[in-house]
């Protein structure tokens, strides 16, 4: 078993910083090791302070990966806990983007539009529940486009697409 053999078999184990010790210099051999997941090639005759310096560099590098990994955790659970929200809130919710199509909408808003999600997401707002205020110029998601941090709230009847009309506060 060689270097790269012995790094692999560690790796598959443990989550750890290698870093290689080798007196090869042959492009092929240093290309062996790039596939591995490896903090750095230390050529033997380099001596102790390149040795040291590349071991920090190491043990730096891999803190920070550590450091990346709990953050994307961390905020994979904040929005898993946020999803958990919006989708058993007893309120019908919409996120509606820029271009007037349907980001995302909760079990609540299904049931009130008489469509299944995957028949609501993608389309336009205007055709899967539509208002007075759809389509003209009191239309809220202008509103929120001309002004942002504008509070808005309009008592609404909105029209299902079976025809079927619902009081709503938008």
Do not use: W
Request: aromatic fraction near 6%.
């Amino acid at each position: 078993i060689d270097g790269t053999q012995a790094a692999q078999e560690i790796l598959k184990a443990n989550d750890i910083p290698v870093v290689f010790l080798s007196s090869h210099t042959e492009p092929e051999i240093v290309e062996k090791t790039e596939k591995i997941s490896s903090y750095g090639y230390v050529v033997k005759n380099s001596g102790i302070v390149v040795l040291d310096a590349s071991i920090k560099m190491a043990l730096k590098l891999f803190s920070e990966k550590v450091k990346n990994l709990q953050s994307e955790l961390r905020a994979l659970e904040g929005e898993r806990e946020l999803d958990s929200i919006f989708n058993t809130a007893a309120d019908a919710m919409c996120v509606i983007g820029t271009d007037f199509r349907i980001k995302k909408v909760n079990d609540t808003y299904c049931k009130m539009v008489g469509l299944p999600r995957e028949n609501i997401i993608g389309e336009k707002c205007h055709t899967v529940f539509k208002g007075a205020h759809c389509e003209t110029q009191n239309c809220p998601i202008r509103a929120f486009q001309s002004d942002p941090d504008r509070r808005l709230e309009i008592e609404a009847v909105m029209t299902r697409p079976d025809g079927k009309e619902i009081p709503t506060i938008k």
